[in-house]
Antibody, heavy 120, light 110 residues
């Protein structure tokens, strides 16, 4: 069974940093594009970033480009999202997702998410 | 601000057929696959329809998807109380180099 388990969400002040992690199991992690999708409280879904295995270029939403960095460690099946210069509008639940490919909107499955709150 | 446009709400009675629309443009729905996601209250989203009209394993055949030009739709037939959820469409956009989601449609089963 494919499982995605996120961690790292927390309360952080505006301008601060946070690193999210996602541990994957049940599939050959290095073969798949992985990503992050977020959902602000009471709002819709917003794609954040995607990254393929091996040497590949990341993709970022315009709202986070230059502030967030996606990375992965295929040796321990882990995906990371380094979030810098956090703003109040980054407050959301962040979901780790297995992606259908590059330039692709197929997200399956989803983890349960980790909550990031940006507030002073 | 969502570039894919969905109605914020929809409703129906048990057994009815409900259709949720998703409108985009040539750079997203018009040239890339559309995906639909179901989010039950308090749960993570789940892939409901893949590649415009394909149902992943385990999704009941009451759910169907279609695409025509720059619009897509999700149809739910034989509506059941457990279908009460938020439904969102998504597609890659070639111009923005972004994944776009619709704003989501909250389905209420009356």
């Amino acid at each position: 069974e494919v499982q995605l388990l996120e961690s790292g969400g927390n309360l952080v002040q505006p301008g601060g940093s946070l690193r999210l992690s996602c541990v994957a199991s049940g599939f050959t992690f290095s073969n798949y594009v992985m990503g992050w999708v977020r959902q602000a409280p009471g709002r819709g879904l917003e794609w954040v970033s995607s990254l393929g295995g091996g040497p590949s270029s990341p993709y970022y939403a315009r709202s986070v480009k230059g502030r967030f960095t996606i990375s992965r460690d295929d040796s321990d099946n882990t995906l990371h999202l380094q979030m810098n210069s956090l703003r109040a509008d980054d407050t959301a639940r962040y979901y780790c997702v297995k992606v259908g490919g590059t330039r692709n909107a197929r997200f399956d499955p989803w983890g349960q998410g980790t909550l990031v709150t940006v507030s002073s | 601000q969502s570039v894919l446009t969905q109605p914020p709400s929809a409703s129906g009675t048990p057994g009815q057929r409900v259709i949720i629309s998703c409108s985009g443009s040539t750079s997203n729905i018009g040239s890339n696959y559309v995906y639909w996601y179901q989010q039950l209250p308090g749960s993570a989203p789940k892939l409901l329809i893949s590649m415009n009209n394909q149902r992943p394993s385990g999704v009941p055949d009451r759910f169907s998807g279609s695409r025509s030009g720059t619009s897509a739709s999700l149809a739910i037939s034989g509506l059941q109380s457990e279908d009460e959820a938020d439904y969102s469409c998504a597609a890659w956009d070639d111009s923005l180099d972004d994944v776009l989601f619709g704003g989501g449609t909250r389905l209420t089963v009356l």
